[in-house]
């Protein structure tokens, strides 16, 4: 495997459902990243983490749980959620504290909340 | 208020051609700048650069251009391919913060 790779591609779930979002990166970064994006909206930042710690967290509800158990793996951990969460949810890697760093995205995983 | 702006949510243009893709932004410190490109399915695939001390830079049929004076930006694509199709992304970052990505501009390439 290479790149960013993100499990399920497609996921629809009912609002009382539990699951994760897996996300795991081959390129050594030491950084990751979980976007949400909606129809027609910019991407939208939820959660950063750099050495495995949470540094950013943009006011996202408490139903979206990251976990980032070593530098190459990601979660999302979904639990209770509403219609309007249904979006594409896209993993992020870079190699923090470079000048230019430069965010690699994986293929992104399609969710629907019924 | 989105710092980062595409105002063309669309551009058709003609195989051959020149494509060029527009970006505004407002924050006058940002200091990198991307472009993406989106397929339908997939997530988005880094494109080309620029830093903000320059004002050009060109990756084969790809080249960015950067006016700060304008805080604008734009993507030039020659000669446009049908496999250019896609959205694209441009995204701006301050040193040490986070990017911000514009809501993209779907590129069509006609045959």
């Known amino acids: 495997e290479t790149g960013v790779t993100q499990t399920p591609r497609h996921l629809v779930m009912g609002m009382t459902n539990k699951k994760s979002l897996k996300c795991e990166q081959h390129?050594?970064?030491?950084?990751m990243y979980w976007y949400k994006q909606s129809a027609k909206k910019p991407l939208e930042l939820m959660f950063v983490?750099?050495?495995?710690?949470?540094?950013e967290n943009n006011s996202v509800p408490s139903r979206f749980s990251p976990e980032c158990p070593n530098s190459s793996h990601l979660f999302l951990h979904l639990h209770t959620l509403q219609p309007e969460d249904s979006a594409l949810y896209l993993c992020?890697?870079?190699?923090?504290?470079?000048?230019?760093?430069?965010?690699?995205f994986g293929p992104g995983t399609r969710l629907t909340v019924l | 208020d989105q710092q980062v702006k595409q105002n063309s949510p669309s551009l058709s243009v003609q195989e051959g051609r020149i494509s060029i893709l527009n970006c505004d932004y407002t924050?006058?410190?940002?200091?990198?700048f991307l472009w993406y490109k989106k397929y339908p399915a997939e997530g988005p695939t880094f494109l080309i650069s620029?830093?903000?001390?320059?004002d050009k830079n060109e990756d084969g049929r790809f080249t960015v251009f950067l006016n700060k004076s304008a805080k604008h930006l734009s993507l030039h694509i020659v000669p446009s391919q049908p496999g250019d199709s896609a959205v694209y992304f441009c995204?701006?970052?301050?040193?040490?913060?986070?990017?911000?990505f514009g809501p993209g501009t779907r590129l069509s390439v006609l045959p």
């Open positions: 992020a890697s870079s190699q923090d504290g470079a000048e230019r760093d430069t965010q690699y």
């Open positions: 390129l050594g970064h030491n950084a």
């Open positions: 983490y750099s050495l495995e710690e949470r540094v």
């Open positions: 924050n006058s410190m940002f200091d990198y």
């Open positions: 620029i830093s903000s001390i320059k």
């Open positions: 995204a701006a970052r301050l040193y040490g913060q986070n990017f911000v």
